[in-house]
């Protein structure tokens, strides 16, 4: 692009800008600055989603087939379709939640931009600009839109978000022959979208915004992958599918087996036996069918979902979608970023050296403090407290050299480029390493030179050099980087600014190591990763010296194991990479698909990964690990969109938090599924085996109707299982090794376990009712009081049953009084069951009677004998430890 052309092509003088009319017209045609996000899924088709399980449709046909029978009879009908509704709901609550979520992410900050309108500069937000606008760049601004640079002075851009190159670009206004054949990074004559300036100043003019930029063409090819189930979703879907299963031909036997007792009992053919025979048979299978689908299982494992998210929200970790809770709980390997993320992206100076190596924070004499005053002297960046807030404008290394001399200099905190204003200066470029101030400093001129130490060093006349440079490579092996400074008195100001003259016959004054410091939290969270058999890997651009010296600090380097860079990355097969992968726990100066090729080999070796990253060259990455954490802070909204949680304080141990809380929320929906399908599978063979018994015994009827088992899975099963949701995270679930990856949901005889608690379930509901069928214990031999005795047995069993299931240690411990919402479940689930048995339009609804107080006594003391059995278990379970 040359600039003579977009100037005539968009017809705009560069010292004036748009006018807010001419800008509004050209927005009205080229839209927001701003990239597309994916449509947003209507409210109410987010709630017909709901709909799509397969336990869901099964019960929409238990409560629609007997309207179609008997629409008189549509007590049952109503109350089935009320559950489906209320689960639909909370299901679309929930996802909307998580969305909102989001969005106030994306809220938290809203860029600006210097732009030039009718002659005077605004500020204004960038989604506001349009092709044409001219803008003003300096140090510490993010470029808004892609843009021709008109004019700069020493303007530095890093473009690592875009294209993965760790070192700042600089720019030049001239034009550029054959622009279009060349890399984005080659292009030094433009600025791009979601980049930021790190030196200089310059003026530009947009020339693309919004989806146009080269930043949303990415966002553009991001959009089409389809994401993978979760292993949550995943194992939720097979058991609802063979729930289903079970469900329709268990139904089939019972309405078999149904028919063939009332042929028995009207000693008649099953032809013969008439079409109400027929309803009651049918009526028994739809009681059975609501038995075997736990309805409240997707509710209360998405509620426990969401809890886990609000939770991790609190901890500066928001999910943006709610399995991805439960996938970082199984994490195995952690793939993460060096700067800001294990580092404090933050350069800090620790040593000086003059005469002698000095820690910085140590006291200093007069020398060490006047060489710090003179690398502060010698920047373009500045230290500046705004409204309270204090904002570091420029490079990096040089708001570490302001720093360490308010720090260290013991003068606070002067405006040094006010005292010191500057008669001449030599910028910095990447050909001569060094940069150079022209000043007057008591009453003379000065001249000061900062660089590179072997560079600054060979302009010197000092005879000592091997020294300083023995300090050099030794800052170097603890991964500091050195920075020296000579100084050089003047006669007068030169008429002619050159390298040749102003940078030669210097003196040495010293240098300094200065280093991105690693987060004080990061190295106790690496250790409680290990612990729990997670294992950390450092993916970083920069130098592999430096990445070693952090790696070992803290402690993801140990044993043996090793760095490899870039280069030596490229040279191996896919295959030798797979097979060699636990080698390395370092990988330096990575290109974008490095990234791509660490997290497939450690897939192929059956690991769940999760991979950190802020740019947008890590957004393949993001999209290719089993969950993605994009960066809040300095993430690009491009890696956010293709993360599925983002870490809003950019911080390492905020993700070994979030696989406790995930670790946690999937042992409380274990739990929860135990307690909801050993209930089901419970109600099952009572419906199932009493069905049996009526074949050869005609007359002895169902323990329970399909109001009771609703009521049951509704109220009775599913508060219970939202209060074992919310329970608090055990001892040492940090110290357990994660699931590997293709175990089962319910491995480690969880099954098994599942099955035989619900055959106790069932066994003693239909004593129970035997009890009162046939009169036994001075139980009253009445058909209705049976069926209440088998009512309240199942429920209140179930009530006792999920504080069983809150630990594997003793119910008889302290722990039994930690969760206050089971309690509170319990009172409620014991207090509602005894208002519909005595009141009495309550119980002629349920069709059951009041007890008396044996009867209920004999019913509490047949459920409290499962909590007697599940602790025997859990005691010869300890005893086989």
């Given at each position: 692009m040359k600039?003579?052309?977009?100037?005539?092509?968009?017809?705009?003088?560069?010292?004036?800008?748009?006018?807010?009319?001419?800008?509004?017209e050209i927005r009205l045609e080229s839209g927001f600055n701003e990239l597309e996000e994916a449509?947003?899924?209507?409210?109410?088709?987010?709630?017909?989603?709901?709909?799509?399980?397969?336990?869901?449709?099964?019960?929409?046909?238990?409560a629609i087939l007997p309207l179609i029978i008997d629409p008189h009879d549509f007590i049952e009908s109503i109350i089935i379709m009320v559950v489906v509704i209320v689960n639909a709901v909370l299901g679309t609550y929930q996802e909307n939640k998580a969305e909102k979520s989001l969005e106030a992410l994306k809220k938290m900050s809203t860029p600006l931009a210097k732009v030039k309108r009718d002659g005077q500069v605004f500020q204004i937000e960038s989604r506001l600009l349009v092709p044409g606008d001219v803008i003003e760049i300096e140090a510490g601004d993010f470029i808004p839109a892609d843009c021709l640079i008109l004019s700069q002075s020493n303007l530095n851009v890093d473009e690592s978000a875009l294209t993965g190159e760790s070192v700042s670009v600089n720019k030049t206004s001239d034009d550029i022959e054959e622009e279009e054949n060349l890399s984005l990074g080659d292009r030094k004559n433009m600025l791009y979208s979601s980049t930021y300036a790190t030196y200089g100043k310059g003026e530009a003019i947009v020339v693309k915004t919004g989806m146009n930029t080269e930043i949303g063409k990415i966002a553009k090819m991001l959009s089409a992958p389809k994401e993978s189930l979760t292993p949550l979703q995943v194992k939720l879907n097979q058991i609802g599918k063979t729930i289903g299963i079970i469900a329709i031909s268990i139904c089939a036997l019972v309405f078999v087996f149904e028919i063939i007792a009332a042929a028995r009992l009207l000693e008649t053919s099953i032809f013969d036996i008439g079409s109400s025979s027929f309803f009651k048979a049918f009526k028994s299978s739809v009681a059975l069918a609501v038995a075997a689908i736990p309805e409240g299982l997707s509710t209360v494992v998405t509620v426990v979902l969401a809890i886990g998210v609000s939770n991790m929200a609190k901890r500066n970790a928001i999910v943006k979608k709610l399995p991805a809770v439960e996938t970082l709980g199984s994490t195995s390997i952690v793939c993460s970023d060096k700067t800001g993320t294990l580092t404090q992206n933050k350069m800090t100076v620790l040593k000086i050296f003059t005469d002698k190596l000095t820690d910085a924070n140590d006291e200093l004499n007069i020398n060490e403090k006047e060489l710090l005053k003179f690398f502060a002297i010698c920047t373009d960046a500045s230290v500046q407290t705004i409204n309270g807030e204090e904002k570091r404008i420029g490079d990096p290394t040089e708001t570490a050299l302001i720093d360490a001399y308010y720090n260290f200099g013991g003068e606070g905190k002067p405006d040094l480029k006010s005292e010191f204003p500057r008669l001449e200066e030599l910028p910095f470029d990447s050909d001569r390493k060094m940069m150079t101030v022209i000043i007057e400093y008591k009453g003379k001129i000065l001249s000061i030179t900062k660089g590179a130490p072997d560079v600054v060093l060979s302009r010197s006349l000092d005879s000592n050099k091997q020294e300083?440079?023995?300090i050099n490579e030794q800052l170097g092996k603890k991964a500091l980087r050195g920075l020296g400074l000579g100084i050089k008195y003047l006669d007068e100001v030169p008429s002619e600014i050159n390298s040749k003259d102003l940078e030669s016959g210097l003196r040495f004054l010293g240098l300094v190591g200065m280093i991105d410091p690693s987060r004080p939290e990061v190295k106790d969270a690496i250790k409680v990763a290990k612990d729990a058999g997670i294992r950390t890997i450092m993916i970083t651009g920069d130098h592999v010296v430096t990445a070693e010296a952090i790696a070992t600090e803290l402690g993801i380097m140990e044993n043996g194991s090793l760095a490899i860079t870039s280069s030596d990355l490229q040279k191996m097969t896919d295959e030798y990479l797979s097979e060699n992968i636990e080698k390395y726990s370092v990988y330096a100066r990575?290109?974008?698909?490095?990234?791509?090729?660490?997290?497939?080999?450690?897939?192929?070796?059956?690991?769940?990964?999760?991979?950190?990253?802020?740019?947008?060259?890590?957004?393949?990455?993001?999209?290719?690990?089993?969950?993605?954490?994009?960066?809040?802070?300095?993430?690009?909204?491009?890696?956010?969109?293709?993360?599925?949680?983002?870490?809003?304080?950019?911080?390492?141990?905020?993700?070994?938090?979030?696989v406790k809380e995930g670790r946690g929320i999937y042992n409380n929906i274990k739990k929860t599924v135990q307690y909801l399908l050993a209930s089901n599978i419970g109600e099952v063979i009572t419906i199932f085996v009493a069905s049996i018994i009526s074949i050869f015994r005609p007359g002895f009827g169902l323990p329970l109707l399909a109001i009771h088992l609703l009521w049951i899975n509704l109220i009775t099963d599913s508060l219970p299982a939202f209060a074992l949701g919310m329970e608090k995270a055990t001892e040492g679930l940090m110290n357990d090794?994660?699931?590997?990856?293709?175990?089962?949901?319910?491995?480690?005889?969880?099954?098994f376990t599942i099955i035989w608690q619900g055959i106790v379930i069932g066994a003693l509901t239909l004593f129970a009712y035997m009890l009162g069928h046939y009169g036994w214990l001075g139980v009253r031999m009445d058909n209705t009081v049976a069926i209440t005795m088998a009512f309240i047995t199942?429920?209140?069993i179930q009530l006792f049953h999920a504080f069983s299931l809150k630990s594997t240690k003793s119910v008889f411990s302290k722990q039994i009084f930690n969760n206050k919402f089971l309690w509170g479940a319990f009172i409620i689930g014991v207090g509602l069951q005894m208002?519909?048995?005595?009141?009495?339009?309550?119980?002629?609804?349920?069709?059951?009677?009041?007890l008396?107080?044996?009867?209920?006594?004999?019913?509490?003391?047949?459920?409290?004998?499962?909590?007697?059995?599940?602790?025997?278990?859990k005691l010869l379970a300890k005893i086989k430890k």
């Amino acid at each position: 692009m040359k600039k003579r052309e977009i100037l005539e092509k968009l017809n705009i003088d560069p010292k004036i800008g748009l006018n807010d009319q001419l800008a509004r017209e050209i927005r009205l045609e080229s839209g927001f600055n701003e990239l597309e996000e994916a449509k947003r899924t209507p409210l109410f088709i987010k709630f017909l989603s709901q709909f799509k399980d397969i336990l869901i449709i099964i019960l929409i046909i238990a409560a629609i087939l007997p309207l179609i029978i008997d629409p008189h009879d549509f007590i049952e009908s109503i109350i089935i379709m009320v559950v489906v509704i209320v689960n639909a709901v909370l299901g679309t609550y929930q996802e909307n939640k998580a969305e909102k979520s989001l969005e106030a992410l994306k809220k938290m900050s809203t860029p600006l931009a210097k732009v030039k309108r009718d002659g005077q500069v605004f500020q204004i937000e960038s989604r506001l600009l349009v092709p044409g606008d001219v803008i003003e760049i300096e140090a510490g601004d993010f470029i808004p839109a892609d843009c021709l640079i008109l004019s700069q002075s020493n303007l530095n851009v890093d473009e690592s978000a875009l294209t993965g190159e760790s070192v700042s670009v600089n720019k030049t206004s001239d034009d550029i022959e054959e622009e279009e054949n060349l890399s984005l990074g080659d292009r030094k004559n433009m600025l791009y979208s979601s980049t930021y300036a790190t030196y200089g100043k310059g003026e530009a003019i947009v020339v693309k915004t919004g989806m146009n930029t080269e930043i949303g063409k990415i966002a553009k090819m991001l959009s089409a992958p389809k994401e993978s189930l979760t292993p949550l979703q995943v194992k939720l879907n097979q058991i609802g599918k063979t729930i289903g299963i079970i469900a329709i031909s268990i139904c089939a036997l019972v309405f078999v087996f149904e028919i063939i007792a009332a042929a028995r009992l009207l000693e008649t053919s099953i032809f013969d036996i008439g079409s109400s025979s027929f309803f009651k048979a049918f009526k028994s299978s739809v009681a059975l069918a609501v038995a075997a689908i736990p309805e409240g299982l997707s509710t209360v494992v998405t509620v426990v979902l969401a809890i886990g998210v609000s939770n991790m929200a609190k901890r500066n970790a928001i999910v943006k979608k709610l399995p991805a809770v439960e996938t970082l709980g199984s994490t195995s390997i952690v793939c993460s970023d060096k700067t800001g993320t294990l580092t404090q992206n933050k350069m800090t100076v620790l040593k000086i050296f003059t005469d002698k190596l000095t820690d910085a924070n140590d006291e200093l004499n007069i020398n060490e403090k006047e060489l710090l005053k003179f690398f502060a002297i010698c920047t373009d960046a500045s230290v500046q407290t705004i409204n309270g807030e204090e904002k570091r404008i420029g490079d990096p290394t040089e708001t570490a050299l302001i720093d360490a001399y308010y720090n260290f200099g013991g003068e606070g905190k002067p405006d040094l480029k006010s005292e010191f204003p500057r008669l001449e200066e030599l910028p910095f470029d990447s050909d001569r390493k060094m940069m150079t101030v022209i000043i007057e400093y008591k009453g003379k001129i000065l001249s000061i030179t900062k660089g590179a130490p072997d560079v600054v060093l060979s302009r010197s006349l000092d005879s000592n050099k091997q020294e300083f440079l023995n300090i050099n490579e030794q800052l170097g092996k603890k991964a500091l980087r050195g920075l020296g400074l000579g100084i050089k008195y003047l006669d007068e100001v030169p008429s002619e600014i050159n390298s040749k003259d102003l940078e030669s016959g210097l003196r040495f004054l010293g240098l300094v190591g200065m280093i991105d410091p690693s987060r004080p939290e990061v190295k106790d969270a690496i250790k409680v990763a290990k612990d729990a058999g997670i294992r950390t890997i450092m993916i970083t651009g920069d130098h592999v010296v430096t990445a070693e010296a952090i790696a070992t600090e803290l402690g993801i380097m140990e044993n043996g194991s090793l760095a490899i860079t870039s280069s030596d990355l490229q040279k191996m097969t896919d295959e030798y990479l797979s097979e060699n992968i636990e080698k390395y726990s370092v990988y330096a100066r990575v290109a974008p698909s490095d990234k791509v090729r660490i997290v497939e080999a450690w897939q192929k070796r059956n690991m769940v990964v999760a991979m950190t990253g802020d740019g947008v060259n890590d957004s393949p990455a993001l999209k290719t690990a089993d969950i993605g954490c994009a960066m809040g802070i300095t993430g690009t909204d491009v890696a956010k969109e293709a993360a599925a949680m983002i870490l809003t304080d950019d911080n390492f141990a905020t993700i070994i938090e979030a696989v406790k809380e995930g670790r946690g929320i999937y042992n409380n929906i274990k739990k929860t599924v135990q307690y909801l399908l050993a209930s089901n599978i419970g109600e099952v063979i009572t419906i199932f085996v009493a069905s049996i018994i009526s074949i050869f015994r005609p007359g002895f009827g169902l323990p329970l109707l399909a109001i009771h088992l609703l009521w049951i899975n509704l109220i009775t099963d599913s508060l219970p299982a939202f209060a074992l949701g919310m329970e608090k995270a055990t001892e040492g679930l940090m110290n357990d090794k994660p699931r590997p990856k293709k175990e089962g949901f319910f491995a480690n005889k969880l099954g098994f376990t599942i099955i035989w608690q619900g055959i106790v379930i069932g066994a003693l509901t239909l004593f129970a009712y035997m009890l009162g069928h046939y009169g036994w214990l001075g139980v009253r031999m009445d058909n209705t009081v049976a069926i209440t005795m088998a009512f309240i047995t199942l429920a209140t069993i179930q009530l006792f049953h999920a504080f069983s299931l809150k630990s594997t240690k003793s119910v008889f411990s302290k722990q039994i009084f930690n969760n206050k919402f089971l309690w509170g479940a319990f009172i409620i689930g014991v207090g509602l069951q005894m208002l519909i048995m005595y009141i009495p339009s309550f119980a002629s609804l349920f069709k059951i009677e009041g007890l008396l107080v044996n009867e209920l006594l004999i019913s509490f003391g047949l459920a409290f004998s499962l909590v007697i059995i599940v602790e025997i278990t859990k005691l010869l379970a300890k005893i086989k430890k």
